[in-house]
């Protein structure tokens, strides 16, 4: 299961998204922690002090070797340097999974320990460095992301949660459709209804599955206000934590002393995401990963690496779960 988290920026959506994150791994299930938001904020929400969080390996500084794990033998692409983010696989080239050691995990992942015992794997995308500042924008760090997102088989029972970029920055690449389950986190606001209207809006074309959950809510009146604005698409709300509060001052509690409410509402986005993976579709996936490599070559691409990328869709692969080891090197 892939699942993003998304939101206006300060709705709650890094916090909402360690508590899901602490929830599958206190079920025992595999998960990968993807933290692509330019504020770089989950690390410290799973329990690792700042210190330790900025030295986190960065996804976009290991771009290189990604990109040559991932191209393995494919002979639609003859060198690393002219992939691109939206790169899709083909026959040969290799695969990521949930539940192994590869290059890119040593290079980029690190195994976090949460507060129960549980643990699971960490990979960031790395905050903007003073090379950057001028010259670059956020989504060529966030490309690593979608390049390996467009590479990995996930099955049942795993998980890869990535908290998004905050707002409709998500749409500034076709990273929206990589995943089989979006969570909106939505403050009671008019500002934070604004975001999932757009979101939504956005998203309309592409089958995103979206649902939406109520965060800061103090009381039923903004239960309702919800409801009123966001309809069946609220799946439910959270209010306040002490354990959350604890956490975000650096002094969390075992998991399993979170407020059953709190609780009952990370089990219902478990099993909604669950659900979710009932309607998989990888032909479409598929198709999207194509359509969106087709736009960005056109766009950019092409000129920027001298090369037809068109060519380098492979138009009998379909990516999906029959695609269990790695494609012959």
């Known amino acids: 299961m892939k699942i993003a988290f998304v939101g206006k920026g300060g709705s709650g959506k890094t916090t909402l998204s360690s508590l899901f994150i602490r929830h599958l791994a206190a079920e025992r299930r595999p998960v990968i922690a993807v933290d692509a938001d330019i504020n770089q904020h989950l690390a410290p929400a799973l329990g690792i002090d700042e210190r330790e969080a900025a030295e986190l390996p960065a996804l976009g500084a290991e771009l290189p070797l990604i990109k040559d794990y991932l191209r393995g033998s494919n002979p639609r692409i003859p060198t690393a340097e002219t992939m691109i983010k939206t790169t899709p696989p083909g026959h040969g080239s290799r695969l990521l999974r949930v ?8 290079a980029c992942a690190r195994p976090v320990q949460l507060e129960d015992g549980s643990d699971v794997r960490l990979m960031v995308t790395g905050p903007f460095t003073e ?15 979608e390049l390996c997102l467009n590479h990995l088989v996930d099955g049942r029972d795993e998980y890869v949660v990535v908290d998004m970029t905050a707002g409709s920055d998500s749409f500034a690449s076709g990273m929206f459709t990589r995943f089989d389950m979006t969570f909106l986190v939505a403050e009671p606001t008019r500002k934070g209804i604004a975001v999932y209207r757009q979101y939504k809006e956005y998203a309309r074309d592409f089958g995103v599955a979206l649902r939406v959950v109520g ?4 009381g039923p009146d903004d239960v309702d206000f919800l409801r009123a604005e966001v309809g069946d698409d609220l799946l439910v709300t959270v209010g306040h934590s002490d354990w959350v509060r604890a956490m975000e001052k650096g002094r969390p ?3 399993d002393a979170l407020e059953p409410a709190t609780r009952q509402a990370l089990e219902a986005l478990h099993g909604t995401a669950d659900a979710a993976y009932e309607r998989r579709d990888w032909d479409r996936y598929t198709r999207q990963m194509v359509h969106f490599h087709l736009k960005n070559a056109q766009s950019w691409g092409n000129a920027r ?7 380098q869709v492979d138009p009998s692969f379909v990516l999906d779960e029959s695609r269990t080891a790695t494609e012959p090197v």
């Open 305 to 311: 690496t001298g090369a037809d990328l068109a060519a």
């Open 253 to 255: 509690a075992r998991f």
């Open 99 to 106: 539940r192994e050691e590869n290059p890119v995990y040593a």
């Open 131 to 145: 090379s950057d500042l001028g010259v670059a924008c956020y989504h060529s760090k966030v490309g690593a992301v």
């Open 215 to 218: 965060n800061k809510v103090q």
